[in-house]
């Protein structure tokens, strides 16, 4: 499974940003898709996770501002970032867990989301 994580970029606080993660390869062996964060000194985060049947879940920190969302046909989960603060800056990565061996995880590579006026 390959994952390819497109958007980011610089937005001044209070503003929005989407974010696009794109799966290909052997689909089938994976349901959950994740983001995570990780900004500079601090450890890695999940910040949202979709199943594959659309129930999602979000860390305390993000909830009511993002939004994850999943199109299945199209294999690509997008993150939906409104009302963006500089807390929120950090490199963003998508993920998905191995559903046949769950200790083996997908990662996209990184893309920089940067908030600051």
């Known amino acids: 499974v390959q994952l390819q994580a497109s958007g980011g970029g610089l937005v001044q606080p209070g503003g929005s940003l989407r974010l696009s993660c794109e799966a290909s390869?052997?689909?089938?062996?994976?349901?959950?898709m994740n983001w995570y964060r990780q900004a500079p000194g601090k450890q890695r985060e999940l910040v949202a996770m979709?199943?594959?049947?659309?129930?999602?879940n979000y860390a305390d920190s993000v909830k009511v501002r993002f939004t994850i969302s999943r199109d299945n046909a199209k294999n690509t989960v997008d993150l939906r970032m409104d009302s963006l603060k500089p807390e929120d800056t950090a490199v963003y990565y998508c993920?998905?867990?191995?559903?046949?061996?769950?200790?083996?995880?997908?990662w996209g590579e990184g893309t920089q989301v940067t908030v600051s006026s």
């Open positions: 390869g052997n689909i089938g062996r994976i349901n959950v």
């Open positions: 993920n998905a867990p191995d559903i046949i061996t769950p200790w083996r995880n997908y």
């Open positions: 979709i199943r594959r049947d659309g129930t999602s």
